[in-house]
C-alpha cells in the first residue's frame, strides 16, 4: 500500500503493525502534510464490530493527551480509522532503553496516566488495556493510544479485550468495572518500579493495592489512587551525605528574567557539590539556550565541535536536556543532578516542581519587579513558594514582591567554577 493515495488524500509512509485484526499505517495528508495513523479493520476479520467501535468512542473525547479522529472511512473490505500521530515512543520501548527510572518520575507517570484513566470514567467509558506498549511518553507528557478494548460503563459484553499480565481477573469473567483499570495501571507502575530499590516503598505499597485479586480491596477510584500517589511525590525523603547534609538528587535553576545567570548559578552549585560529596555530579541544560555550548566554546575555543556532553573538573555537562536525557544520566548513576531551565516557561514547570531543591534567581530592582510578580503567577502555590530558595544578584532584599523559603544575596564570583568561602559557606546555610 506504500504507493497508494488513500481517499485521494493520505500518502502511506510505512506499515506501523500487522495484527488480526488489520494493519496499521504511518500516513502523510497530502495537503497539509501532516502525518496520520491510519488503521485499516478488515471486515472479514474476527471481532470487527468490536474494534471498529473504537473509532466512535474516540469521536466522543476531546483531551489532549488521547488521539484525535479526523476521518472514518470505508470500503468493500474494511473500515479506516485515520487518526492523530501522537508521535513520541511508547512506555515499553522508553523503559527497554533506560532499565529504570528515579522515583520522582514513576511518581509523575503514574499520576499523568491516573488523570488520563480518570477523564474516561467521568465519561462513562472503560479502557481496559492499560500497558506500556499503548501508553506514549511525547516530551515528558503521557499520551494513551489503541482504544480497541475500551467500552462503555453500561456495556457488559461476553468478551472483553485485555492483555494477559495486565488485564485485571474479571476481565475474563466479562465483568470489568472502574477498578479494572486500575489493576492495569498497578501493572505499569510495577513494571516501572523494575526490581525496585531504596526509596521505593510507597510506590511498591500503592502497585501492591492496586493488584489486588479481588477488585474490593484496590482504590475505590482512579482519583483515590492518584491522591495517594501525589502524596509520594511530597514525602519521597532526601538522601543524606555520611556528615549528615542533605544531598539533593535534583536540584532545578531557573531565572526570572533574560540575563539572570542562572547558569552560572548551576556551574557554582555544581562546583560546590563536587568537593562536598564522593558521588557523581551532572548539569543538564533544559532551556535550549546553549548556556553549556557557550561555556565549553569560552574554554575551548569555537573552533571545535561542541559535543553533547562534556567534563569539567570532574562534573559532567550536558549541552541539550530532555525527560529521557535525565533518565539517562540518572540510570548512569549520577546522584546529584543540576537541571537548569533558564527563564521558566510554562513546559518546565512540572519538571522543575520536581526537583529536591529549587533556586530562582533574579536582580530585585524597580524595572525588575514585575518579572518577580509573573514568576508567582506562574508557580502560584504559597506552599511551594516557601519550598524554593530566592537568590538575588542585584538590589535589595526588602525590595522582593514575594516571600519564599529562603532568601540570599550571591556575592560577586570572580570565577563560577571555582567558588570561594564565601559562597561555600552561603551553600552550606541552604542545604
Not at 23 to 44: C, D, M, S, Y
Not at 200 to 214: D, T
Not at 366 to 376: G, K, V, Y
Request: net charge negative; proline share 3%; hydrophobic share 40%.
Amino acid at each position: 500500500m506504500e504507493e497508494e493515495l488513500l481517499f485521494g488524500k493520505y500518502r502511506v509512509l510505512k506499515l506501523l503493525a500487522n495484527g488480526s485484526g488489520g494493519e496499521v499505517f504511518l500516513a502523510e495528508h497530502k495537503i497539509l502534510g501532516e502525518q496520520r495513523i491510519v488503521k485499516r479493520l478488515l471486515k472479514n476479520r474476527p471481532f470487527y464490530e468490536e474494534r471498529r467501535k473504537e473509532a466512535h468512542t474516540l469521536q466522543l473525547l476531546h483531551h489532549a493527551a488521547i488521539p484525535r479522529i479526523y476521518d472514518i472511512e470505508e470500503d468493500e473490505t474494511a473500515c479506516y480509522i485515520i487518526e492523530e500521530d501522537m508521535g513520541g515512543e511508547t512506555l515499553y520501548d522508553f523503559l527497554f532503553r533506560q532499565k529504570c527510572l528515579p522515583t520522582s518520575f514513576i511518581s509523575h507517570y503514574s499520576i499523568q496516566l491516573c488523570e488520563i484513566i480518570e477523564y474516561l470514567h467521568q465519561n462513562g467509558i472503560l479502557y481496559l488495556d492499560v500497558k506500556p506498549e499503548n501508553i506514549i511518553i511525547r516530551d515528558d507528557m503521557l499520551a494513551l493510544v489503541d482504544f480497541g478494548g475500551a467500552i462503555r460503563k453500561t456495556e457488559y459484553p461476553e468478551v472483553v479485550f485485555g492483555t494477559q499480565g495486565y488485564a485485571a481477573p474479571e476481565q475474563y469473567n466479562g465483568k470489568a468495572e472502574e477498578r479494572s483499570d486500575i489493576y492495569g495501571i498497578g501493572c505499569v507502575i510495577g513494571v516501572m518500579l523494575g526490581a525496585g530499590g531504596k526509596g521505593r516503598k510507597e510506590l511498591q505499597r500503592i502497585y501492591e493495592k492496586c493488584v489486588r485479586e479481588n477488585p474490593v480491596k484496590r482504590y475505590p477510584s482512579v482519583s483515590v489512587l492518584k491522591e495517594d500517589l501525589q502524596r509520594t511525590v511530597q514525602t519521597v525523603p532526601e538522601r543524606r551525605h555520611q556528615s549528615g547534609a542533605k544531598v539533593p538528587g535534583y536540584i532545578g535553576v531557573i531565572g526570572v528574567h533574560e540575563g539572570a545567570e542562572s547558569g552560572a548559578l548551576c556551574t557554582l552549585l555544581a562546583a560546590y557539590w563536587k568537593d562536598r560529596e564522593k558521588g557523581r555530579i551532572a548539569c543538564i541544560d533544559m532551556s535550549g539556550r546553549h548556556i553549556f555550548e557557550r561555556l565549553y566554546e569560552s574554554l575551548f575555543g569555537t573552533n571545535k565541535t561542541v559535543p553533547e556532553s562534556f567534563f569539567l573538573q570532574k562534573i559532567c555537562y550536558v549541552t541539550e536536556g530532555s525527560s529521557a536525557v535525565i533518565s539517562t544520566y540518572a540510570a548512569m548513576g549520577y546522584t546529584t543532578i543540576i537541571l537548569h531551565f533558564g527563564v521558566l516557561a510554562e513546559v518546565h514547570i512540572s519538571e522543575f516542581l520536581r526537583c529536591d531543591s529549587r533556586f530562582v534567581l533574579g536582580a530585585v530592582y524597580p524595572w525588575r519587579l514585575q518579572d518577580w510578580r509573573e514568576f508567582s503567577l506562574q508557580i502560584s502555590d504559597r506552599r511551594i513558594q516557601h519550598e524554593i530558595t530566592a537568590v538575588l544578584t542585584g538590589g535589595e532584599k526588602e525590595m522582593l514582591p514575594l516571600r519564599f523559603g529562603k532568601v540570599i544575596e550571591l556575592p560577586f564570583i570572580e570565577d563560577v567554577l571555582l567558588p570561594g568561602k564565601g559562597t561555600e559557606k552561603l551553600f552550606r546555610t541552604i542545604f
